[in-house]
DNA sequence: GCTTGAGTTCCGTTAAACGGAACTGTATTC
DNA sequence: GAATACAGTTCCGTTTAACGGAACTCAAGC
């Protein structure tokens, strides 16, 4: 939740309009971070620090619009498969993902190994596609749907250490929605900026120690206005991204980021996302 | 919609709890059809019905709390990434696909062809999973996400023509939800009740008039009540499943369901899906 | 100039959202 | 098997904001 505490808090500023949505969303967040358990009807008054009478209004409302479903066993609550449907719209809204196929299958043939395409949204990175490659030992740190804090991980990395100018790196790092996503991952502010500086520096991003084992490496999309609006980026084991192979792989990479590069400038609707 | 305005003496009824979220879906649902091009404001008074100053505060709502963002430049409204995050959890909130990909991965590579993975939601079909194969031209009739009428396509005719007793099947197709898909497609009821008869007939289903060119193979997933709750389809060209390729296909195709079935047995939440 | 359509704001009415509190139902404990 | 605790539901008086009609701005287009 990235409420912290403040039970019932409603935020100073967003007095005035359609204060319910907020809510509806605060517990729709909360059933996504529980995943695959659900969350019992009291969970949800615990994590939203709303009323029992505003809870169970609430989920009688989304439920009787397939926003949440309810097992009549457990009584625990789930998304709703309603919700699917507008976020397959939603995370295809420009068809990106889909007329970046090609160039994702290939890389991940060409490479084998997993790859990765992520939107900016904000202070966040959102993941939209992802394609397995052939090698049999598979890294899959995040899926399509995921969303991160800008900073956190090799594609979202790309994005946050070539925005321009350093400033906005800064005002970045100093957004609570960041913050607040970070922290979630226990990742702290000093980190992501070595890893930002030592990006600037390479031109590439290169991240050995998000999980044991695992190394990934990511490029930066840049939009019709020169900011990275998306990254490419792949995930491995760390002994698959020695050197000389490393520079292979980098030149796959920055291949591929030149086709979705062309397919950008079609896309309507991807520059003004918040 | 279809609502007769009457602001005076409304019977006691069941009128009354969160109609606010109605309309909020009203617009995403609208949206969501809208796919690429995104929306005006008056496109979405026409396609709700509701007032413009209802419209206006819903949408002022909505993107205030990112369900919906509206470009700057042109007005446009689509949908907001906020959703795509939900949608990803609420299609996997079982954690199906994730655990079904590696059968569905053997499947894709075994055939060559595209394999899909459908879940029964009452009486629609979702699909939860798209692998693809290696062979070069993709029958990619349907992607994770999409909703279709239960009976129409080969996945989610599995599902319908083995439902117990054949009462079910009549109430399924009975279901003004049902209907509606089914007309939104263009398909007849008669044509659905050719291809039920002839999937119980065969064992599985066959489905080549849906698009010319194009062939469709699915098998369904029984669940903990032996009623269907998931289907295994294939997709592909038409000269790709003549006999014997046929029989051999559909062996791996059971082999495919035999190992979802079980992992089905472990999976929470799932038979209570509406 | 006038007209037309898109989008925004205003405002009085009224439905409905709100939370405290009382209530039911079901395990758990001793 | 009374006592306790916790989960979930319902009731109700108060407050809030959703509602739509109408008036408004703004920008084309004729």
Chains 1, 2 share one sequence.
Not at 30 to 42: Q, V
Not at 244 to 256: D, I, T
Request: net charge positive; hydrophobic share 45%; proline share 5%.
């Amino acid at each position: 939740m990235a409420e912290p505490g403040m039970a019932g808090g409603v935020a100073a500023g967003d007095r005035g309009v359609e204060q319910t949505f907020g809510r509806a969303a605060a517990v729709l967040d909360a059933l996504a971070d529980a995943r695959e358990g659900g969350l019992r009807f009291t969970d949800l008054v615990g994590a939203t620090g709303f009323s029992k009478a505003t809870v169970h209004r609430l989920m009688a409302g989304l439920s009787a619009h397939g926003l949440v479903e309810a097992d009549p066993g457990s009584g625990r609550y789930f998304l709703g498969f309603r919700l699917a449907a507008w976020g397959a719209a939603a995370r295809d809204r420009h068809g990106l993902a889909e007329r970046a196929a090609p160039a994702l299958r290939r890389l991940a043939e060409q490479t084998g190994d997993t790859v990765y395409l992520s939107l900016r949204i904000g202070v966040l990175s959102l993941c939209v596609a992802r394609h397995e490659g052939s090698f049999p030992i598979r890294a899959l740190p995040l899926k399509p749907g995921d969303r991160n804090a800008l900073g956190v991980g090799s594609g979202s990395l790309a994005m946050l250490a070539f925005l321009e100018p350093e400033a906005a790196i800064e005002r970045v790092l100093a957004d609570p929605e960041n913050i607040a996503a970070r922290e979630r991952r226990g990742i702290d502010e000093a980190h992501v900026r070595r890893h930002v500086a030592a990006t600037r520096r390479k031109g590439h991003t290169f991240v050995d120690d998000l999980t044991p084992g695992m190394i990934g490496m990511g490029l930066p999309v840049p939009g019709r206005g020169g900011q990275p609006v998306a990254a490419v980026s792949i995930a491995t084991i760390s002994a698959r991204l020695r050197q000389p192979r490393r520079k292979a792989v980098l030149e796959h990479l920055a291949q591929a980021v030149r086709e979705i590069r062309g397919i950008l400038g079609e896309a309507p609707g991807l520059e003004f996302a918040r």
